[in-house]
């Protein structure tokens, strides 16, 4: 058991105190981010495009995802370890649990799953059987080629509406934790604040429960050159990566990080 449970991401939502958030593919890391007290390490399936070069997240599997969340644990000891469960892994509500379970055993605590309501019947199965979900809402890189881009989603009001409806539906489906991306600001507010389960953001402005980022992103090391809107390089005027993962953590914590800069209107 880490040192950092649901129990305790619960109680720094009622406390009012930010959640820290990065993605995390290795031990080398995993340590690193520990040592600045990240409380909670993303096994994203982001690791397609950051470390083996894919152009989006679908050619991940889970195996490779395994593998991740096997090298971060060895790493870690204090976070939380969520990891996602990759693209048509959990299609159906069986694989969502045999897919899932190989993930808890490679050494996750928690798995999460990108979509909306249909993603109810999963989570409550998941969640009965001991394995805590968050639900990924949203812009769900995942589902890329039905959004026709990488957008900012919840714009028009019909979009908002659903998404408010279907964040509450998650949390009563036995949802233990939210991670909006890129929605405007206002919407993710409202969202955090009528879930009592913890809400992230990533491009989702400031009033989320915590943060979460892409490692990589926040080094300021991009493949592409290009960055979205909502990072922050951390390494600008650090001495090294040690000093940057402890200045997102004291900005995150100080709601310094996200700027109104970092985040989208309606
Ligand atoms: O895979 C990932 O890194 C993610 C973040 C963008 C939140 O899901």
Redesign the pocket.
Known sequence: MPAITLTTLQGLKQKGEKIT?L?CYDATFAHACNEAGVEVL???????M?LQGHDS?LPVTTAEMAYHVACVKRGNSDALILA?LPFMAYATTEQAMTNSALLMQAGAHMV?V?GALWLADSIRLLAERGIPVCA?MGLT?QSVNILGGYKVQGRNENQARQMRADAISLEQAGAAML?L?CVPSELAEEISHAVKIPV?G?GAGSATDGQ???LHDMLGLSITGRVPKFVKNFMTGQPNIQAALSAYVAEVKAATFPGIEHGFSA
């Open positions: 958030m993605t993303l096994v994203g399936d982001s690791l397609g950051v997240t996602d999460k990108e990924h890189p991670l991306e992230i990533i979460v980022l892409v």
